[in-house]
């Protein structure tokens, strides 16, 4: 049986991995939001982001908590030190589709996303899901080996990155200034969603290897 | 006197400060770099961001290997906790300069900066300037007061930040697609750049104070 010490350890655990899942609903949910031009999806995004911060705060508080009563050390104070630092990504990971929910509310009942461009976005939107699926796997299960499959992703979402650029410059964008201010801004949201995501999922090797050689692989 | 321990922890802070330096220096550059199309400026940013990420790392090495030698506790590990978090934003302050940089490089000989555009790129660049300043002063004296001034500057550079959306979406705009692309990006770099000092300072004042309860002012 673990001690209460280790209860609140694994519990910090549980709520790191309960922000993955609501970090996921809301990218999810963002990107319908954008493609459908669905105001009241847009809304619930932007209003649910408060949930995560929520946890986030009460995941910082206990942390410092945790720091003040039991003075951790060694592999649990790194452990506590890098959840802190998850924590973090992932709460800007909730802005970021917050972002991307309040510029379809903008644009509404306009779509911001011109038809040339609704595939990519779409991908875009289906590999944030992917990536911080998991994520929030890693996390539960301290798995290496799925740490490091997030690279892969995370290059695909750079190529639609650069894919969106082009569409964007190419002669025969029809659409003009605004909606490429749109289109640019949303894919600069999905892309630094996703390199969050694989921040966190370095953490996890930090965590289970205690080295950082493997950065190098991640980035 | 100070014992060794406490000597390292006051050498973190010197070190959090020289990259408060590092990054003033990176900003201010690429704006000139990007407003004079200076090529040379503009790789000196980008060669020089390694500097930013080597001081990191060693601040980061530096707190793991104090948490498992000295075993901190209370006020100490917290001040350690939240130098890495300082650490991180500052290090994240560094790429966004060298975001910055990449514009003026990739559209050398040409300038990425319209005519229209310069006066509030300019100001943007002087607010990054004064506000990392500020922050810098804020970890070196620990000066609460200051820290929360900064919350002006940032809300200056939000009003530039709308400003510069208004000039692009101006119907007189006459530069096309890619300029704007450029503008909408580097715009998003400066504010950003401006966050993440006010988060700088938000964490001074949580070492002197304790409390998170100012977060609302300076949000």
Request: hydrophobic share 45%; with cysteine.
């Amino acid at each position: 049986m673990r001690d209460a010490y280790h209860e609140e350890l694994d519990a910090l655990t549980d709520r790191l991995v309960e922000m993955t899942r609501l970090v996921r609903s809301a990218i999810s949910r963002a990107t319908t939001a954008l493609l459908d031009s669905d105001l009241q999806l847009a809304e619930s995004v932007i209003s649910h982001d408060e949930e995560v911060d929520r946890i986030f705060a009460e995941i910082e508080a206990s942390i410092f908590d945790l720091m003040a009563r039991q003075q951790p050390v060694a592999v649990d104070l790194r452990t506590i030190v890098v959840a802190l630092r998850m924590g973090t990504d992932l709460e800007r990971m909730g802005d970021l589709a917050e972002h991307v929910a309040k510029v379809a509310r903008l644009r509404h009942p306009d779509s911001a996303i011109p038809p040339e461009i609704r595939s990519t976005i779409l991908e875009m939107g289906q590999i944030a899901e992917r990536l911080i699926t998991k994520t929030g796997s890693c996390i539960a299960s301290r798995d290496v080996e799925s740490a490091l499959e997030l690279e892969a992703d995370d290059d695909a979402m750079d190529r639609l990155h650069r894919r969106l650029f082009k569409i964007l410059m190419a002669d025969d964008w029809k659409y003009g200034v605004e909606p490429a201010i749109d289109v640019t801004l949303i894919g600069r949201y999905y892309e630094r969603y996703a390199d969050h995501a694989v921040r966190v999922a370095q953490d996890v090797v930090y965590l289970v290897t205690g080295s950082r050689t493997q950065d190098a692989d991640l980035r």
